[in-house]
């Protein structure tokens, strides 16, 4: 079995580890495989409620390993081939129900980019640094960057950084919207982990449904979207899990002292 992508799971939390420091976790191909077979192993795990992706080593992701491309002797069928077996996970983690965390450190390059935004919320390292590099090396975006990078900084960033060498530091990748927090390198880990375990301590099949209506919503006609939001709180309503919570926020309402203006007729 390949430990290119490293899988523990633990109460709930499935810890996805890209582990292969010494290339800077590009994706080579037997990684691309592991990434779609966990991504659907995960995704069809009932015992699974949150996931948490990050990455052994100084670097999150580089993106594709343009190493092995170049020895390989790959052709470009090849290339588009091993691009669409990673699409499968990365289509399985932004349609899934469950949301995702990310834990990010050093480079992030290229298709890591796309790696990196299959997440709903990104802590990244103050030392973290983002970069595209496609055209430097004339490629072009793949890993759903062209799709996932325009919708979290905007079209105009988005360009820029495709377009251009711009290294984004954190604190300005923080400033476009392309992370979500910034923290100390020591706590990259640790604040990962709490954000997890806040959603798995909390309605947690709420916060999946919320982050699957949000990016499905991008994608299709507002009626639909409207159909999807009343047919899945409709389901959510009926949980146990929603029925406690209700009736105990229902219960404190009416605790709630009423102010001298209420009830007031004008």
């Known amino acids: 079995m390949s430990d290119t992508i490293l899988l523990s799971v633990d109460d709930g939390l499935a810890r996805l580890t890209l582990n292969r420091p010494a290339a800077l976790n590009a994706m080579n191909t037997e990684m691309g495989t592991r990434w779609r077979d966990l991504a659907a192993r995960v995704s069809e795990d009932p015992a699974v409620g949150v996931v948490l992706i990050d990455a052994a080593g100084g670097a999150f992701c580089a993106g594709g390993d343009v190493v092995e491309m170049a020895t390989s002797g790959a052709t470009g069928t090849d290339v588009t081939r091993a691009a669409g077996v990673i699409h499968e996970g990365i289509l399985r983690f932004t349609r899934g ?7 990010v450190q050093g480079a992030v390059a290229g298709g890591g980019l796309g790696l990196m935004l299959t997440a709903d919320h990104i802590v990244a390292s103050d030392t973290a640094r983002f970069v595209s590099r496609y055209a430097a090396i004339g490629l072009t975006p793949d890993l759903g960057v062209s799709t996932l990078l325009p919708r979290a900084v905007g079209e105009r960033r988005a360009l820029h950084l495709l377009l251009t060498d711009t290294t984004l530091d954190a604190a300005t990748a923080l400033d476009w919207g392309l ?3 910034v923290v100390p390198a020591a706590e990259v880990a640790t604040r990962a982990e709490q954000v997890a375990r806040f959603w798995l301590a909390n309605a947690t099949a709420a916060f999946g449904h919320a982050r699957r209506l949000v990016r499905a919503g991008a994608d299709r006609e507002f009626a639909a ?3 999807d939001e009343a047919a ?3 389901g959510s309503f009926d949980t146990p899990q929603a029925r406690g919570r209700i009736a105990a926020f229902a219960a404190g309402s009416s605790r709630r002292p009423a102010r001298p203006d209420e009830g007031e007729s004008r």
Do not use: F, R
């Open 179 to 181: 992370v979500s927090e």
């Open 97 to 103: 129900n469950k949301p995702v965390v990310a834990a």
């Open 232 to 234: 899945t709180i409709g």
């Open 225 to 227: 979207n409207l159909a």
